[in-house]
């Protein structure tokens, strides 16, 4: 491998030149799934029932006075989940003209309030009208009144944590609180925390007693669910180690990044102590606090090289910011607790941009919604600028012969970098092979099957002897400063936590957490040599295991790495004609070569009434060549853009390769890197792809890769149907934040590929400059 020592590259679009307008389209074709005749007729029935139903219990609602409007559960078959065929239904169930539709529960039930009865009318009439409307009640596969999701009563664990419905209005949601809270005081119901969690969405943590105020509570009409939640913990078992390490001490003169350890306190060991911030967020007093767990992290964080033996950092430390958010075994506390002092520490810190939270639940994520917990980190990074690194969280299956768990709640962020566990030695009796994912850790996908977690890093093996449970730690600190073993995802957590540090801290430029996930993302590497297929490296690993800042920040010769980081919006699109690629990568027969990585993260809206599609939009990127520029006949109603491209072929589409180019098994060591376009998947806000040239197959290479063809580069937006009409509604430009990571390089290490791609862009009339980066002493551990 060249040395790396080139900066890489920041570039922007060509004003006037590379933005594009949205143009119409679509397909009007009936699709396969819309019934007639009788299977027509037996949807018509069923549905006609359900909406008497619904009249029903709509007429003893109004009897019964109540205060909130009534809600009902429209279901929406799969094939008809497209926005075309969904907004039909929209705007069936807004037919009086009001903005009914609230949201949506699991992944394919849309929330709608019903206030009249005119409204179900003409739900039953629109059905009625059978053929005329087979489309519309086809997408239908049935209407309920809303039921909240109420666990059963327990009463080893009679604590709830309950949310309530969002009307998507300001007075509503604060008339729902009021009355919740009247009806728990009425109900002899004790709410312990009331706690926000987002701009929209307050979790209340309540204790039920007995059968009777559970089904009191779910009868209440603005309860969206009620849930049993279970106390966080941060354990520690603990082996000895013969390790020894030197006490590092600060420079007085020097300048260091910040890490915000949110965990249970950072203990004043020989170790730690010269590298804590003098300031300190304390939500629990000195008297109540375990410093074992936040100790242990904060010593990876600081020592993970010199403990380690490696030289992953690019610097000789980093300051330790005391944040004790949790109070360690002292006594017991809950998620809901947990958030609320995490947004305190975070709102009240808003200098620390990097937050280490190696603490959460237990309790596994979903499939079809994404939890409030995770929902919660969003908002607090969104609202303050700064940028969490979560642990992924574990289980024990392993010891009992079963599958890995699903990531916990918490870890279901989408705006955080969630971190995984790999073991990097095998003990007699480990489970995991070196490099192989963690027994303990917890796999993807997350909700709406996004990757996660993000990356992994080394955080121990375990395995079982003689039914005892044997574990091969990863060291650090101990309260009395000596150095013992411990296993989990809270400790592969904080090595990424110092390289994102590192990295934000030596690029000399504003705070950007989209741009150091991006990067991050972008430069993970899978382990050489595992022998697995690529879905289960994605699911067990995320996008692989991140290396140094330094290796991030500088390019070799041989390759380039350009950042194009930009706001989209909605109506338009960005489509770049002869995107820069170097000629020095054309083979011998005339045809073009190389390997390029691309990495497109958006900072997709949000919206937590949306359950399984939180995700309101998207980001779509292209990369490939075409043949020629065309003119195109913009007097046609749905022709916006003058200019084209002519044959064009994107070659980010896994379809174009070989087969044994999909991730199988490594065969010539860029397979450690790839994530193939499968995985890049609509709406979801990360997106990966690795490709070398030499795996197109023949014919594929015949007729897209020819050094006679150009470049180019297209980045468009989607959002969903909800997102616009919200944006409609309260009258704002919808649009999102994207950064787009490209590197072109030469897998033979010999063309001047930073130079010829240089050279280009400025012969293109791209603007274009070097990351800049601070001035800093380098650190090597020999």
Not at 236 to 245: E, G, K, Q, Y
Request: hydrophobic share 35%.
């Amino acid at each position: 491998m060249s040395e790396k020592y080139l900066p890489i590259k920041i570039f922007e679009k060509r004003k006037d030149y590379d933005d594009r307008s949205t143009e119409g389209g679509g397909d009007s074709h009936e699709g396969s799934w819309v019934l007639h005749g009788e299977e027509l007729n037996k949807r018509v029935d069923y549905l006609s029932k359900n909406v008497n139903t619904i009249q029903d219990s709509f007429q003893k609602w109004k009897e019964n006075k109540r205060a909130l409007p009534m809600i009902i559960s429209t279901t929406v078959i799969d094939k008809a989940i497209a926005k075309t065929h969904r907004g039909r239904i929209v705007n069936l169930l807004e037919n009086d003209g009001k903005d009914n539709v609230i949201g949506v529960y699991g992944d394919r039930q849309l929330l709608s309030m019903v206030t009249e009865e005119r409204l179900l009318s003409t739900i039953s009439q629109v059905i009625g009208r059978r053929e005329d409307e087979a489309t519309l009640i086809s997408s239908i596969s049935g209407i309920d009144v809303f039921s909240p999701c109420v666990e059963p009563y327990d009463s080893d664990n009679n604590v709830y944590r309950v949310r309530l419905c969002d009307y998507n209005d300001f007075d509503l949601n604060n008339m729902a609180k009021i009355l919740f809270e009247q009806s728990c005081e009425a109900a002899g119901i004790k709410i312990h925390s009331k706690v926000r969690f987002t701009t929209d969405m307050t979790i209340y943590r309540v204790t039920i007693d007995n059968l009777e105020q559970l089904n009191a509570m779910g009868e209440f009409e603005g309860v969206y669910s009620a849930e049993k939640t279970y106390p966080i913990m941060a354990t520690m078992d603990i082996l000895d180690s013969d390790n020894v390490v030197v006490v590092k001490q600060p420079e007085e003169t020097e300048e260091y990044p910040v890490v915000g350890v949110l965990d249970t306190g950072i203990a004043d060991i020989p170790y730690l102590a010269p590298w804590k911030e003098a300031v300190v967020h304390e939500n629990y007093p000195k008297e109540y606090q375990d410093n074992s767990h936040g100790s242990f992290v904060a010593g990876i964080i600081e020592y993970g090289d010199e403990l380690n033996g490696t030289n992953i950092s690019a610097l000789s430390g980093v300051r330790l910011f005391n944040a004790v958010v949790h109070p360690g075994n002292t006594m017991t506390i809950y998620p809901e607790e947990l958030i609320d002092h995490v947004r305190e520490a975070v709102e009240n810190n808003p200098e620390i941009k990097i937050w280490n939270l190696s603490l959460g639940t237990t309790m596994e994520s979903e499939l079809d919604e994404f939890s409030e917990f995770g929902m919660a980190l969003d908002n607090i990074q969104d609202e303050n600028n700064v940028l969490i690194i979560k642990s992924a969280g574990n289980c024990n299956n392993f010891a009992k012969g079963l599958p890995k768990s699903r990531i916990s709640k918490t870890a279901d962020s989408v705006r955080s970098l969630v971190v995984g566990s790999i073991a990097e030695t095998q003990g007699e009796h480990d489970y995991a092979e070196p490099n192989m994912p963690s027994p303990f850790t917890r796999v993807g996908p997350g909700p709406a099957s996004i990757v996660k977690p993000d990356l992994v890093f080394y955080g121990g093996n375990a395995g079982v002897d003689k039914g005892k449970l044997v574990i091969n730690g990863v060291p650090s600190f101990g309260l009395d400063g000596n150095i013992y073993k411990n296993v989990g995802t809270s400790f592969s957590t904080p090595r990424v936590s110092r390289i994102a540090a590192e990295l934000a801290f030596m690029m000399h430029e504003d705070f950007d957490a989209l741009l150091i996930r991006a990067l991050m993302i972008h430069y993970a590497k899978y382990p050489a040599d595992i022998k697995m297929k690529m879905t289960d490296k994605v699911a067990q690993m995320g996008f692989g295991m991140p290396v140094g800042a330094n290796e991030i920040l500088y390019n070799s010769p041989d390759e380039i790495t350009l950042i194009l980081r930009d706001t989209l919006e909605k109506g338009s699109f960005i489509e770049m004609f002869d995107f820069p690629f170097p000629t020095s990568l054309v083979d011998e027969n005339g045809f073009f070569r190389g390997q390029i990585i691309l990495t497109l993260v958006n900072k997709s809206l949000v919206d937590e009434k949306q359950a399984g599609e939180y995700c309101q939009s998207n980001i779509d990127v292209f990369f490939g060549t075409y043949e020629t520029e065309k003119e195109r006949d913009v007097t046609k109603p749905t022709i916006k853009n003058p200019r084209g491209v002519d044959d064009n072929q994107n070659l980010l589409s896994d379809s174009l390769y070989s087969a044994s180019a999909k991730g199988i098994h490594p065969i010539n060591g860029f397979e450690r890197e790839c994530t193939l376009v499968k995985y890049g998947k609509k709406f979801h806000p990360v997106k990966k792809y690795a490709i070398d040239l030499a795996d197109m197959t023949p014919s594929n290479r015949d007729k897209w890769l020819p050094s006679t063809r150009k470049w180019y580069l297209k980045i468009e937006g989607l959002y969903r149907d909800f997102i616009e009409k919200e944006a409609v509604k309260k009258d704002f430009q919808l649009s999102q934040e994207y950064c787009m990571i490209l590197t072109i390089r030469d897998p033979e290490h010999t063309a001047p590929v930073y130079d010829e791609v240089t050279q280009q862009l400025t012969n293109r009339n791209f603007i274009h400059h070097d990351v800049r980066v601070r001035n800093v002493v380098h650190v090597t551990n020999e």
